[in-house]
């Protein structure tokens, strides 16, 4: 039920408030339950439950400890992903000819000929009167 009302890597005060049966004014006036939802929220980002994502100030500690990125990582990293855009490229292009083709045969008609139609009409037309 703790998924359920996550948001923003916090826990929704909103329904934390209607769940409690209080109003939303007592999570932030209240001190005593201000502090207890902290400590509450806090608990739930312990590595052990791991309900919630860490801080920000967290992870840049955690981030710190790591060594850093070289540039060859870097480098591959987006070679790897140019590589993956040239193949969804490749797939649209070919998914627009496939859809081009389609309807200058006229197996899909949206009210309309195509540029392509018009012109293989003329070109016919010509090939019968010549």
Known sequence: MIK???YRGKLKR?????????????????????TALSEFENELRKPENALLPLLKQECHTKNKSKQPI???QIVLA????????????SRLLAENIVL??????GRIY???YSEHTL????????????
């Open 4 to 6: 359920e009302i996550i």
């Open 14 to 34: 909103s329904e934390v408030a209607l769940q409690c049966g209080f109003t939303k004014s007592v999570l932030t006036q209240n001190k005593a339950v201000k």
């Open 70 to 72: 070289s540039s060859s």
């Open 78 to 89: 987006l070679e790897h992903k140019v590589n993956k855009l040239i193949k969804e490229n």
């Open 100 to 105: 081009k083709t389609a309807q200058d045969r």
């Open 110 to 112: 949206d009210g309309r």
């Open 119 to 130: 012109i293989w009409h003329e070109i016919a037309q010509k090939v019968l009167e010549g």
